[in-house]
């Protein structure tokens, strides 16, 4: 998919198609009156026959309009004028894309993106506008043998803006639009990606693909050498899998030399069975994305390959399979992690915080700005948010708030939920320095408090990401989440605009 920004009439461009808007009650926006000027009230006749009314994600698309270059115009319902906020954007951009592609159009003009949107500027429309198209056209298709035979799909988008002084920003927002969709798309193709394929050797391969098309450093260590770390923990999960974990290294430097990094660290484990502690059968597929996390910080260096922002990111990735095995982890286990603290295994499904929890000490050699974590680790985080936000814990709230402002920003919502010391009680164990598991409640809560313990050197914040990494159903597939979340995180980190919301 190619993308353009561009300024001038609807009526002028030569296109297999111009998208416009329509406000409920049969309101025109600026282009569509433009349109129907040029057309002497077609449109208006078209509205006023009833055929369309506005409604938010509607979509009517007329041929032969009089006085146009282009073959069609679509009508995009966009709701209620005083309503239009985020939201309704990325609703309308979303019906715009999904109606072109449907209609066969090579190619489309969208004027949508002119639109007013509350607060919001030039480069978050455009910016938005890419990142909803590209998510709309999104499919995984590398495993069917055969291709859908919709050849004639949607090649060309033209985004346009108001003024020509608006074109700067407006290409601006395409770069970085389409920096966060291509990163999006790799973390979606790795997570749909099956066990079988994506496995700890797989993603390592992808990294270091990356890493030299991308000028990153990258360091790959296998099962002697993350031996030698002392990471116990991680190694216990994985010694119950034929397939050798890997421990992923990866460094971008855009700052100075002096500039201290953040930290990314993201759950690799390319299946989650649970181990002894087995799973129910039942939706066990889907446990091929439990390696979300470490999707996400490779979509985000992906991103960052593009942008090349002025700072400073090291990625790290622990990634292993966890199955049952003659050599699995069992219950009651006790390991030693790379911190020296000993760790009581309950439950060997509880392996996320027990991978993280190596890899999390080992980022204090980079004397991080801050550490981030992401993950899918809790089911219990699905059951407190749903699937609209990631959960977010910190032990920095200046750190939180700048991760929930970019969320905000992109539409990659988080949450955020206490780390308070109560919690730790639940993880004492009678055996060990603590126990792997904290019962049923505040489960999402007890999994930050496992980690929160080597995280006490720097800057820390955990994104728990089981309810928005993926979908189920009908719909089922990788989202690229919390990808948008990071990059904005990121990029605000190396040229700051504005303070902390
Ligand atoms: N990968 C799962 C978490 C998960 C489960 C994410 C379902 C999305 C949907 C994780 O490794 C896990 O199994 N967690 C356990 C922890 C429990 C044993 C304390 C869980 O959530 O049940
Ligand atoms: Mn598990
Ligand atoms: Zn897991």
Known sequence: MEFSIKSGSPEKQRSACVVVGIYESRKLSIAAVQMDRASEGYISEVLKRGDMDGRLGSTLLLQRVPNTLCDRVLLVGLGK??????????????????????????DAVSYLSELPVKKREVSWRIEQAVIVAMDALYKFDRLKSKEDDNKRSLKRLTLCVNRRGELAEG?????????????MNLTRDLGNLPGNYCTPTYLAEQATEM????????????????????????????????????????????????DKPIVLVG??????????????????????????????????????????????VVGLIPTCENLPDGNANKPGDIVTSMSGQTIEILNTDAEGRLILCDALTYAERFEPKAVVDIATLTGACVIALGHHASGLLANDDSLARHLLAAGEDMHDRAWQLPLWDEYQEQLKSPFADMQNIGGRSGGTITAACFLSRFTKKYSWAHLDIAGTAWKSGKDKGATGRPVPLLVRFLLNQAAPKHKAA
């Open 171 to 183: 290409e601006e927002g395409l770069a970085t639009g389409l920096a966060i969709a291509e990163g």
């Open 211 to 258: 890493a030299k098309r991308a000028g990153f450093e990258i360091e790959v260590m296998d099962q002697a050498a993350i031996e030698k770390l002392g990471m116990g923990s991680f190694l216990s999960v994985a010694k119950g899998s034929r397939q050798p974990p890997r421990f992923i290294v990866l460094q971008y430097k855009g700052g100075k030399a002096s």
């Open 81 to 106: 004028e005083r309503d239009f906020g985020d939201k309704q954007y990325r609703d309308a951009t979303r019906a715009m894309t999904s109606a072109l592609s449907a209609t066969g159009s090579i």
């Open 267 to 312: 759950k690799g484990i390319t299946f989650d069975a649970g181990g002894i502690s087995l799973k129910p059968a039942a939706e066990m597929d889907e446990m091929k994305y439990d390696m979300g996390g470490a999707a996400s910080v490779l979509g985000t260096f992906r991103a960052l390959e593009s942008l090349r922002p002025k700072l400073n």
